[in-house]
């Protein structure tokens, strides 16, 4: 097994238990492998979770790229975040969802290692955006820090029940169509 092939293994019992049964024995348990080959691997758990949160970050955002691609690329910056927060309300990315909340909560928390992944993918899914955003957009980098402020805030309330509160928001900022 090679580090390449495990981490799709170690992302599904991830995405299946979340981050609190990501010690090394369940993880290796998931993967096939023993504790010590993960740590062969990686080098140390800290090493594997970063390396594990990096790729489930890779797998999220080829799931945007295939939503934003399928049709012509979005004309504003509304419709590819009507396209983003449709994508991230579909089943199939309630794992990530449920991951990423987790990584916020860690983040919150100072767990050691959390702040830096979420930094780390934060700035991925930025550069993501910027890089899809409208042809002709006036400020892409701007564009892409308002995009990312009101999807974490849509999804925020959308996990705590308030998507009635989310999607009158977004309809009032007209960054939703009715």
């Given at each position: 097994m090679s580090k390449d092939s495990l981490l799709p293994l170690l992302l599904g019992h991830v995405l299946a238990h979340g981050l609190g049964q990501a010690s090394l024995r369940p993880l290796a348990k998931a993967a096939g492998t023993s504790d010590r080959m993960l740590i062969y691997h990686f080098g140390t758990k800290e090493k594997l979770i970063a390396d594990l949160l990096s790729f489930a970050a890779?797998?999220?955002?080829?799931?945007?790229?295939?939503?934003?691609?399928?049709?012509?690329?979005?004309?504003?910056?509304?419709?590819?975040?009507?396209?983003?927060?449709?994508?991230?309300?579909?089943?199939?990315?309630q794992p990530f969802m449920q991951l990423w909340w987790e990584i916020v909560?860690?983040?919150?928390?100072?767990?050691?290692?959390?702040?830096?992944?979420?930094?780390?993918?934060v700035n991925e899914l930025l550069v993501w955006l910027e890089?899809?955003?409208?042809?002709?957009?006036?400020?892409?980098?701007?564009?892409?820090?308002?995009?990312?402020?009101?999807?974490?805030?849509?999804?925020?309330?959308?996990?705590?029940?308030?998507?009635?509160?989310?999607?009158?928001?977004l309809l009032a900022g007209g960054l939703l169509a009715s």
């Open positions: 890779g797998v999220y955002a080829a799931g945007l790229e295939a939503v934003i691609t399928a049709d012509a690329r979005p004309a504003t910056r509304a419709a590819l975040l009507a396209r983003i927060l449709e994508q991230n309300a579909a089943p199939e990315a909560g860690g983040a919150a928390r100072d767990l050691p290692g959390f702040r830096t992944a979420a930094r780390g993918m890089g899809n955003m409208p042809a002709g957009d006036p400020d892409p980098a701007g564009g892409a820090r308002l995009l990312l402020t009101v999807i974490e805030g849509t999804l925020m309330l959308s996990s705590l029940g308030h998507e009635d509160t989310a999607r009158e928001g």
